[in-house]
Structure formats: C-alpha cells, structure tokens
C-alpha cells in the first residue's frame, strides 16, 4: 500500500508561484511512476506532469515551460513547482502514483486559487 500527503496549495495572484509537495508512504520502492493531476470544477480530472522511476518527465502542453516537476527520493517527496500562474491553472491538485502492478494511488487534493 502507498499513501500520498499534499502540501502547498493556496491563494495567488495572477503571475506569481506556487510549489506543491507530495510526500509518498509505504511501498514507495513499486512505484513506476508519479504524476500531478488537477480537476477544475465541472471538468474532468487532467494529467498536469509526470515523472516516471526512470527519470523522464512530461507536462501538459498548456503548463509547458511555465511548470517543473521534481522528485526528491531521500525523502519520498514529488514537488511541482508552478511559475506564471494564470486564473486558469484554478483547481484542486492531486498527487498520484502507480505501481509496477497498475495499482493507482491518490492524495487527498489541495486547492489552487489563483486571482487575476
């Protein structure tokens, strides 16, 4: 069993930064792969980044350049650091994480407000 906790979520204006964290428990070894997914209200939930166990990465055309996803493995953690916020990057966020196994895994979400 993996467990994933959020952090970073919050108030922002219009071009200004935000990083959220997701901090991952347990089998963390079986992961494959760990993402940022974010669902606005009345849409369905959307990839935002990913970063697999090998170390590639790719984002959603309308975050490229703007947004980066990291990981740090000593301590478990996923990062995504958000430049340039725009009103429409507005969303709950949610950490994700599969296994070797095609298990899914997710946070609780953390909202995203960002005021134009």
């Known amino acids: 069993q993996v467990q994933l906790v959020e952090s970073g979520g919050g108030l922002v204006q219009a071009g200004g930064s935000l990083t959220l964290a997701c901090e991952g428990f347990g089998r963390i070894d079986r992961l494959v792969q760990r993402a940022w997914y974010r669902q606005a209200p009345g849409n369905q939930r959307d990839l935002v980044a990913a970063?697999?166990?090998?170390?590639?990465?790719n984002y959603a055309d309308s975050v490229k350049g703007r947004f980066t996803i990291s990981r740090d493995y000593n301590i478990n953690t996923l990062y995504l650091q958000m430049n340039s916020l725009k009103s429409e990057d507005t969303a709950v966020y949610y950490c994700?994480?599969?296994?070797?196994?095609?298990?899914?895994?997710w946070g609780q979400g953390t909202q995203v407000t960002v005021s134009s």
């Open positions: 970063h697999t166990a090998g170390g590639s990465t």
């Open positions: 994700n994480a599969r296994d070797g196994w095609g298990n899914e895994y």
